[in-house]
């Protein structure tokens, strides 16, 4: 393999001077010469602004380099969302590559907080802008194909840290991804219109969601997101660790989590539809998901599984400008079905959540071996729903069920289990709930009420065709 050393091309790496412009010289040259190895050698801090990657390159950051993103706001020009210049642009990219990894286990570090205003304690404050956010994205890869991204540490994302659009046989594997907690938008690793991905050993810890995967409209000719496994990842977020959706105007489906654990997150697993796509065929299984309540700031409310599906919000300019479709003002939701939750083992302050605009909206939703423990463990007020960006009211006052199920179809609960801790707030109510579910299927459930003396364990209305097996014993 032929080497390429940025050195050579005129890097300093004193950490003050632009190097963008040595790096891409020595990307172009390698791409040209029909590929090798550009390095970004050790003992040295790189300081950059944006620049490309090409096909046929391996990007190897050596163990003890460092590539530091520009706080300069003016060198980062490029939109990550095309005509959509409100949500950041685009640091390393690379359009239309083919067999490009980025290796070496080195550091890429995304400078986030030089792009924050004020520490508001619970986050950093998003500064102003008029037309074009020029928060980077750390990296954005359109339209790649054969992309292999292992033993590396990337950290300190400003906005989303991963984002592939439109790629397909991507293998993301034994990587570091260390966001703020506090910094919102900074997403781990975001899956777009891709196909064919393969996610292992991977640990994030990200001030937004860990995992996402979505189509968003910006690039709707890509087509659906789809086969893709994640295997053996541990998982940290202030938002959700898990999120399929919300923005999702094509496919997401054929999906399989294994292995994963989530811990000290605001929500663990979310289906979070409110676009006219479809969400099916998904499994989740050999999980422990643990979360907390955190600031209204961010989205969830320590549900470790919340599937909803409802129309997006039309309020604000973010939810409505760039996500319904051209030229309408309302949008509509599609369907989620097939989704499989097997032998999870949960502990958070609230319940399982799974409720749709209607009950045809979300069906064939299955729960199998699923414990819960609830218990309030913080000071932030509990017994809300957190629907956003939903139309209509986005955050709902109300009860906290173990399994609550509102206007859904064929819903499976079996060999599952409710336990309630010491801390029980007087909003604690039934181990299940089911309202206005068609056909409803409940065996070998057990758990009883926070407060048996005052509620049943189970509680269904408006429930069609219940077949319920008896518990072999109940717990409390």
């Known amino acids: ?9 005129g890097a300093t790496g004193n950490g003050q001077i632009d190097d963008a412009k040595a790096i891409q010289q020595a990307i172009d040259e390698c791409s040209n010469a029909g590929g090798g190895r550009v390095v970004v050698p050790a003992g040295k801090t790189f300081l950059t602004g944006p620049f490309d990657l090409k096909s046929n390159i391996e990007f190897y950051v050596q163990t003890g380099a460092i590539l530091k993103a520009n706080p300069d706001e003016n060198v980062y020009l490029e939109s990550a969302f095309r005509e959509n210049k409100g949500e950041g642009t685009i640091w390393i990219g690379g359009k239309d590559i083919e067999m490009v990894s980025i290796a070496g286990g080195g550091i890429i570090d995304g400078n986030g907080v030089a792009f924050m205003g004020e520490d508001l304690v619970h986050s950093y404050e998003l500064k102003p802008f008029d037309i074009v956010d020029p928060r980077p994205h750390m990296i954005t890869f359109i339209g790649g194909n054969n992309i292999k991204i292992r033993d590396i540490t990337l950290k300190n994302a400003a906005y989303w840290t991963l984002h592939l659009v439109g790629c397909n046989d991507v293998s993301i594997s034994d990587m570091t991804l260390l966001n703020s907690l506090k910094v919102r938008n900074s997403d781990g690793i ?10 292992s050993n991977c640990h994030i810890e990200s001030g937004d969601d860990c995992i996402c995967f979505k ?3 910006e690039y709707a000719e890509y087509g659906a997101c789809e086969n893709i496994t994640v295997t053996g990842c541990t998982l940290i977020s202030t938002s959700c660790a898990i999120k399929i959706g919300s923005e999702n105007m094509d496919r997401i489906s054929h999906i399989t989590f294994i292995n994963c654990i989530i811990r000290n997150s605001n929500r663990g697993v979310g289906i979070q539809h409110r676009d006219e796509g ?4 998904i499994v989740f299984s050999n999980m422990l998901i643990e979360c907390r309540l955190f600031s209204d700031v961010w989205w969830g409310k320590a549900e470790p599984i919340y599937i909803t599906a409802f129309p997006r919000s039309t309020e604000n300019h973010k939810d409505a400008g760039w996500r319904l479709p051209q030229g309408k003002k309302n949008g509509s939701v599609g369907k989620i079905k097939n989704i499989t939750f097997s032998n999870i083992r949960c502990k958070s302050e609230n319940g399982i959540i799974v409720a749709g605009e209607t009950p045809d909206k979300v069906s064939n939703i299955r729960f199998n071996d699923v414990d819960l423990d609830i218990n309030k ?3 932030y007020e509990g017994g809300l729903y957190d629907c956003r960006p939903c139309e209509g009211e986005g955050m709902i006052e109300g009860s ?3 399994f609550f199920f509102s206007k859904a179809r064929n819903v499976f609960v079996s060999n599952c289990f409710v336990n309630w801790g010491d801390n029980k707030p007087e909003y604690y109510r ?3 709930k089911s309202e206005a579910v068609d056909r409803l299927t409940i065996e070998n459930f057990e758990g009883n009420a926070a407060f048996p003396e005052k509620y049943k364990a189970i509680e269904i209305t408006e429930t069609n065709s219940v077949l319920q097996r008896e518990s072999k014993r109940e717990k409390c």
Not at 190 to 199: Q, T
Not at 278 to 281: I, K, L, Q
């Open 278 to 281: 479809e969400v099916s065929d």
């Open 400 to 402: 906290t069920y173990g």
């Open 377 to 379: 463990t913080t000071q």
């Open 1 to 9: 393999m032929v080497i390429y050393n940025i050195l050579d091309f």
């Open 215 to 217: 189509n968003r409209r």
């Open 190 to 199: 975001d899956l777009d219109h891709s196909k064919n991905v393969r996610i």
């Open 430 to 432: 039934e181990a299940l």
